[in-house]
């Protein structure tokens, strides 16, 4: 039922790991079955420099994850948060409808962990601007 793709990505997960130092870390879980996903990126000039994840889930959820993070790597941030989670399945030539939803936690992690680098950023100059 799963695609070539998906099982050389099952496994063989690329990019997993913890990242000294990250920019940014994101977690992201599904309340109905308890499966997260932990990303850490470093961020450069706007871009994903580097990225590492650690995956609880199914074969479909540790696929997503390694197949995206090889997507973003190099990417500037404004495309990563135009990538959907059917891009990432598309990417890995499909995914069975029932587990669609698990391509959600990659796409859901890296929108949220740029959302809050992008939140921080806004915070920081905001208070440089309060104190000169
Ligand atoms: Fe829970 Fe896929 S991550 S079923
Ligand atoms: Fe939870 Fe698939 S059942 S992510």
Redesign the pocket.
Known sequence: MYTEKVMDHFANPRNVGVLENPTVIAKIG?P??G?FLVIFLRIENDRIADIKYKIH??GA?IATSSIASEMVKGMPLDEVLRVTDQDIADALDGLPEEKM??SN?AAGALHSAISRYREFLAQAAQKQAAEN
């Open positions: 599904d109905d079955c499966d889930g199914c959820a939803h698990c936690l």
